[in-house]
């Protein structure tokens, strides 16, 4: 079976389950509703929440937001402000009913295709994405939005992130891309290297009896590397 064929498995698999799900996690009251790409079966959104740099007095533009981790907790623990964005209108809703159920207000939730509906004037601190890195070919058609959430067709996607993400970052801003161990690291250093950005890993780690290593990179443009404040090393607040 190809790692197409498992995650189209896994996708399925996640929507036999009996929804709304009820989950508390990270000090929140959260649901996720059918047709949301599942926390249960991808567990990346949880390492990288763990692991997200410190956020306090921070914007953020969350990218794929889902069910609503890590924005709303990023939120929680102190971020000046978030805009989450989903190219799926389901995931929208089920993210701005979790804000309201956990009393979150400094949030903003849109429908967007990566930047295609961001104010263009609006800058962030940090741009966010865990990012759907399975490859696939360049003609592969999905099935659903679900699809959208793990498997991007010729990186292009990756492609569109990284060289329209710097225009929206403010002067010390970076991206922080959530890139699975196993995913096609040179098409990345491609577009890195095309779009004349700087990448630093860092963290990465696993769970115990979970074979996927997940990793977080840090990533701006090269002419802005020197003046931009030093987040290796920094976590935010566990649970």
């Given at each position: 079976m190809t790692e197409i064929d498992q995650i189209k498995t896994r996708?399925?698999?996640?929507?036999?389950?009996?929804?709304?799900?009820?989950?508390?996690?990270?000090?929140?009251?959260?649901?996720?509703?059918?047709?949301?790409?599942?926390?249960?079966?991808?567990?990346?959104?949880?390492?990288?929440?763990?692991?997200?740099?410190?956020?306090?007095?921070?914007?953020?533009?969350?990218?794929?937001c889902g069910f609503g981790l890590p924005g709303l907790y990023l939120a929680k623990i102190g971020a000046l402000s978030l805009l989450a964005c989903d190219i799926d209108p389901k995931a929208v809703t089920n993210t701005l009913e979790n804000a309201a159920r956990n009393g979150i207000q400094n949030i903003e939730v849109i429908e967007s295709d990566i930047f295609s509906d961001i104010p263009p004037d609006r800058e962030f601190d940090y741009i966010f994405w865990n990012y759907p890195s399975t490859f696939a070919p360049d003609n592969y058609e999905y099935k659903d939005n679900l699809e959208r959430?793990?498997?991007?067709?010729?990186?292009?996607?990756?492609?569109?992130?990284?060289?329209?993400?710097?225009?929206?970052?403010?002067?010390?801003?970076?991206?922080?891309?959530?890139?699975?161990?196993?995913?096609?690291?040179?098409?990345?250093?491609?577009?890195?290297?095309?779009?004349?950005?700087?990448?630093?890993?860092?963290?990465?780690?696993?769970?115990?009896?979970?074979?996927?290593?997940?990793?977080?990179?840090?990533?701006?443009?090269?002419?802005?590397?020197?003046?931009s404040e030093d987040v290796d090393g920094q976590v935010?607040?566990?649970?």
């Open positions: 996708l399925k698999h996640s929507q036999q389950r009996s929804f709304p799900a009820y989950i508390r996690e990270f000090g929140l009251e959260l649901t996720v509703n059918r047709g949301v790409f599942s926390p249960q079966e991808f567990q990346a959104w949880r390492w990288l929440t763990e692991n997200f740099p410190p956020v306090v007095g921070k914007s953020i533009l969350e990218i794929g959430g793990a498997i991007d067709p010729g990186y292009r996607l990756l492609s569109r992130f990284l060289s329209e993400g710097p225009e929206f970052l403010t002067a010390s801003g970076c991206i922080l891309l959530g890139f699975a161990g196993g995913a096609r690291d040179d098409l990345l250093e491609e577009i890195i290297d095309a779009n004349d950005l700087v990448c630093v890993l860092l963290a990465s780690g696993t769970y115990p009896q979970v074979s996927r290593t997940y990793r977080m990179f840090s990533i701006r443009k090269s002419c802005c590397q020197g003046r935010a607040p566990s649970r």
